[in-house]
Structure formats: C-alpha cells, structure tokens
C-alpha cells in the first residue's frame, strides 16, 4: 500500500502511526545531542519542517513517551544502541 503525503500534519507520532510517507530527520538528534551546546537556534525558512523536527524531539526526549521505539524503529536514529537506550531510559 503506497504511502500518503501528508500535508500540514506537523505531528511527529501521527506521521509515524499512521505511516505516512517520512523524510527522515532523526540524525539531528544525533548531531544536536553531541553538540554539547548550552543553546540550539533553529531557523530555516516558512514551511520546511520547523515543527515537525520540535514534535520528533519532543517524542524521543519526553517521559511521556520513553519506550516509545515504535516511533522511531526503522530511522536513522535507531541503528545505534546508544540512542535506542537513552530513548527507552529517558526517566
């Protein structure tokens, strides 16, 4: 069954529940945990995925949603066990 585009959903978990078609972004995680910095700014014009990648982190790094790997099974984040754990053991 081919994916669907959705349009204007800036929900992270309801793209991936779903299974709506998903350019991947979760390496920014990677690189923005090493990064070790005390403050991010992230500015990229109208309309190219600020929301969406705030909605990814906020999904990864929340209690609410530690264990969550059905989220993120199958992206780039989650080919590194060190990753996979820091998701699951958040609390």
Known sequence: MPRT???GCQDFEKLRVRNN???DKTAFIKEWW???DEV???TRPRRFGKTLTMSMLEKFFSVEYAGR???FEG???WKEEK???LQV???
């Open 75 to 77: 992206l780039d984040i």
């Open 5 to 7: 585009v959705s349009i």
């Open 89 to 91: 053991h958040i609390l």
């Open 40 to 42: 991010t700014l992230i």
């Open 34 to 36: 090493e990064a070790d």
């Open 69 to 71: 790997s059905d989220l």
């Open 83 to 85: 990753y996979r754990k």
């Open 21 to 23: 078609f998903y350019v």
